[in-house]
């Protein structure tokens, strides 16, 4: 081999791994989600502003666990601790999941909703269909596509029914932390 070809193989090698060594989008998703692990904020109703189940009411999330391929984020509505958004990845696909509890801990009728992301995503946002286990579980929810925004200084969760006008969006201040919540039903401390 000549002093040319091996420069040339040592180049390919050398941009291979660097390829190889990108981050994807949602690996930085992931990694910014994944920073909060053990932190607690509390936020505000966006929209819609006259929601009964969860205007004027205190709103945190939590988020509580953290693994490579797991991020559970318990999010309180008032005294309400019910619900806990469950990330999980898979090949650099993000799959966001609803688990909701009754307070002895045990599973609601409608658990388990949500849905996968179509591709990577971006760095600072992340989209999730309904999946065909939340068609199943809630017919009405088949359109159903939630999304998440997270920046410096916001997480904001969000939702919609394609053919309706309504939007709801919760928004986390993520620049304030506060004191830890107590667990959400169906945890043990």
């Not at 420069?7 to 930085?28: G, M, N, T």
């Not at 559970?72 to 999980?88: A, N």
């Not at 997480?155 to 939007?167: E, K, M, P």
């Not at 201040?173 to 169906?186: L, N, V």
Request: with cysteine.
């Amino acid at each position: 081999m000549t002093l040319k070809q091996s420069l040339l193989l040592l180049c390919v090698i050398i941009s291979s791994s660097l390829l190889a060594q990108e981050k994807r989008p949602s690996d930085i998703f992931w990694e910014t989600l994944s920073s909060h692990c053990g932190k607690a904020y509390k936020g505000h109703l966006a929209l819609p502003e006259n929601d009964e189940a969860f205007g004027g009411k205190e709103l945190v999330m939590h988020v509580r666990s953290c693994s490579d391929n797991e991020i559970k984020v318990p999010f309180f509505v008032g005294e309400d601790r019910s619900r806990t958004w469950v990330f999980t990845k898979k090949d650099g696909i993000i799959t966001l999941k609803h688990d909701h509890r009754h307070e002895d801990g045990s599973e609601d009728a409608v658990t388990q909703y949500g849905g996968t992301a179509s591709n990577v995503g971006k760095e600072d946002i992340q989209f999730f269909p309904a999946d065909p286990h939340t068609q199943q579980l809630i017919p009405a929810a088949a359109t159903n596509v939630w999304w998440v925004t997270l920046d410096d200084t916001t997480f904001t969760y969000n939702l919609r029914r394609l053919g309706r006008d309504s939007v709801f969006k919760v928004v986390m201040d993520i620049t304030k932390p506060i004191a830890t919540p107590e667990a959400p039903w169906g945890w043990k401390d």
